[in-house]
């Protein structure tokens, strides 16, 4: 069963920055979409970055420009780094993938088009 873990999570003051990995030893030999979503307290995951089925990087329009998501297939690592942190940014920040390539543009940063998740990391921005 494939298995995704997260590490970097942590507390930071407001414009500070945080980098998130992502590991899956599963999917080794196997084509996998990966994607970082988040969720705060109270509210639904929403989606942060994601791939496009064109190789092109999503962002939802809240974090544009500040958070840049890398992805090295051979190593079936990801990463989101995270830079001038806002208080908004807390929430627990999941790894999410897909089997197969990377869906349409809409798709890409959808919570519900990815079936695999890791446990999550926090993250909490102080003001």
């Known amino acids: 069963q494939v298995q995704l873990v997260e590490s970097g999570g942590g507390s930071v003051q407001a414009g500070g920055f945080l980098r998130l990995s992502c590991v899956s030893s599963e999917l080794t030999h196997s084509r996998y979409c990966m994607a970082w979503v988040r969720q705060a307290p109270g509210k639904e995951r929403e989606g942060v970055a994601g791939i496009d089925s064109g190789g092109v990087t999503r962002y939802r329009a809240s974090v544009k420009g500040r958070f840049t998501f890398s992805q090295d297939n051979a190593a079936n690592m990801g990463w989101l780094q995270m830079d001038n942190l806002k208080p908004e940014d807390r929430a627990l920040y999941y790894c999410?993938?897909?089997?197969?390539?990377?869906?349409?543009?809409?798709?890409?940063?959808?919570?519900?088009?990815?079936?695999?998740w890791g446990q999550g990391t926090q993250v909490t921005v102080s003001s």
């Open positions: 999410a993938a897909r089997a197969g390539r990377c869906g349409a543009d809409w798709l890409a940063i959808n919570p519900a088009y990815y079936p695999l």
